[in-house]
Nanobody
Framework: QVQLVESGGDLVQAGGSLRLSCAAS????????MGWFRQAPGKQRELVAT???????NYGDSVKGRFTVSRDNAKLTVHLQMNSLKPEDTAVYYC?????????????WGQGTQVTVSS
């Protein structure tokens, strides 16, 4: 089992920046892709960004050009730098870890961190 702990959520004004961090522990050798999803009230959870061990990144359309995901493979941490924040970025942000397919393990989720962007 993998445990994920997020930090960095806060209240920020539109146009501002925040940096989220997530640290993994437990069966970290099973981790393949790491990243972030978010869920706003009344909406489905959506992809924000993911990053592979080799650094390949994937972003949701709404954050491209504003957010940057990165990871430290040695420390098993993943970060999300969020710039030019908009009120519609307000959501609970969840850290995500997808295990390698051969492990047959389910994905792991953090407890979530609140990001609120005021207009």
């Amino acid at each position: 089992q993998v445990q994920l702990v997020e930090s960095g959520g806060d209240l920020v004004q539109a146009g501002g920046s925040l940096r989220l961090s997530c640290a993994a522990s437990g069966n970290t050798g099973s981790i393949n892709v790491m990243g972030w999803f978010r869920q706003a009230p009344g909406k489905q959870r959506e992809l924000v960004a993911t990053v592979s061990p080799g650094g390949y990144t994937n972003y949701g359309d709404s954050v491209k050009g504003r957010f940057t995901v990165s990871r430290d493979n040695a420390k098993l941490t993943v970060h999300l730098q969020m710039n030019s924040l908009k009120p519609e970025d307000t959501a609970v942000y969840y850290c995500y870890a997808q295990p390698y397919a051969h492990t047959a393990l389910p994905p792991s989720w953090g407890q979530g961190t609140q990001v609120t962007v005021s207009s």
